[in-house]
């Protein structure tokens, strides 16, 4: 097998005689239509080459379409179609595919998890996956009687140097597969080490799921307050906008009028008679570009018949495909249209995924904030959940001290109600107030008779009176004990990678520049 030490020394004299090559061509003819050479010999982020960066590493074009390709592959395995949704998702997720390996490969590196030659043989030798065996008995090699595959005649052959060399780009095809897969099983398991239970968590956990406990309760349901009954002045609002004002950030912006020529999903999947509706839409699509240019986009969408066109903002975000109709697809080069012309330019016919588009850029929108006036209802409505909520706590407390008759209470008082009886498990969800986390805690530690300050769940403000609480069973705990604390290790540790992966994307500088190319 070729040395890949020997490649990589001699990669670095191909490199350089390439550049000295191409400098000589930019002298003389200006090659590759102006190139930046700084950007491509030190992967300037702004080279056309990548699109994107993780930190310092370059993710290439032809990187990304390999993994969005095999994106669109999956879907098709799948017997669904790709439409511009699919196609969407599948960019989304071969991006999110390579930042993550990226970040693992890094990582692995760093800790000094990469895997060793020894441990794929005997990854293979001692337990050999499904797959690699179906390779094998796919060629007739490692069969029983039966026609299976036999793990010891194929652990003897291996041992004994008996393999056909014709196998040797199969193991090569999976050494490589192992090679990331077993050091990314290294860095999972590290990583969900961390997660483990302690035997106090798994009583608690035990108790709440199967101790039972019966409760009388009053309770202030916050959806029966008026609005009337709160006051939220525009100071309070004006405050709690700057508090929160980067969730109201805006991205740029471009205003974009359109006309559309619709491809009837019949002849879309009719291949006999697509390719000449679609040059009927071309067509007229390029009658309408030049009746626009001769006179204005919006004549010519009377001239033409058509009807009036319709408004968009689009701007650079691949989460929500740019504020782009669903129906046309991803069109990048319809973004890059909107956000590299300046206003008023009328674009060339652009094939979409169900037809043919032609834009108008009318205006642009700078980066900035909604406007207050823009979001104020939604804070008051925020806000009013609130006060209700401190409303209801403070009108149960005033109202219900000194009274241990609940029932006339609730009776005479128009917020509080009253529930008796209410028997669930201490972690349950209770017939009216629900559940919260201060409402479990309050009664893992109430024994019978006891009654709680004011509580709070989702929608209510609450005191709760334990009437009985069932004894804890040691008998039935030291029964569940082993299998409760495997399911919580599990659960717990299995949050450890995940969570790993989700800080290392927030604290590394991603650059995506999908857009420069689609």
Known sequence: MFNMTTLRERSHFILWTLLVFFILSMSVGGLVGGANILDLVFKGKSSKQYVGWVGGTSITHQSFIRARDNQLAQIRRAGQSVDGRAYQNASNSAWNTLVERILKDEQIKELGLEVQSDEIYDFLLLTPPPAFQNNLTDQGLFLNADGKFDLESFQTGVKNGALPQELNPLLAQWENYLRTWLADRKLQNLYNATGTVSNFEVKMEYTKQNVNCTLDYIFVNTNSIADSLITIGDDALLTKYNEDKETYATPEKRVV????????????????????????????ALLFVDEA??????????????????????????????????????????????????????????????????????????????????????????????????????????????????????????????????????????????????LTGTLLAMTTGDVSPVLTTFNTACMVKMTSKDEFDDGAYDEAFVDLKTQLNNTKSSRGYSNWLRAAKDNIEVIDNRASFY
């Open 257 to 284: 009028e359109y006309a559309f020529w619709e491809m009837p999903a019949a002849i879309k999947l009719d291949t006999l008679n697509n390719a000449i509706y679609s040059d009927s839409l071309l067509q007229d």
């Open 293 to 438: 240019d001769l006179t204005s986009f919006s004549e010519a969408i009377t001239i033409t018949e058509r009807d009036s066109a319709k408004t968009v903002e689009v701007h650079e975000n691949f989460s929500n495909n740019s504020g782009l109709p669903f129906p046309w697809g991803t069109v990048r080069n319809a973004i890059r249209f909107s956000f590299d012309n300046p206003i008023s330019t009328v674009s060339d016919p652009i094939n979409v995924d169900n037809g043919i588009v032609v834009l108008h850029i009318t205006g642009a929108v700078d980066e900035g904030y909604r406007a207050f006036e823009d979001v104020k209802s939604g804070i008051k409505r925020s806000l009013m959940r609130d006060e209700k909520k401190t409303f209801a706590k403070s009108y149960l407390s005033e109202n219900s001290a000194g009274n241990s008759d609940w029932k006339a209470l609730a009776d005479s008082d128009e917020f509080i109600e009253f529930v008796e009886a209410d028997t669930k498990t201490l972690g349950g969800t209770f017939t009216t107030i629900g559940k919260s986390g201060e």
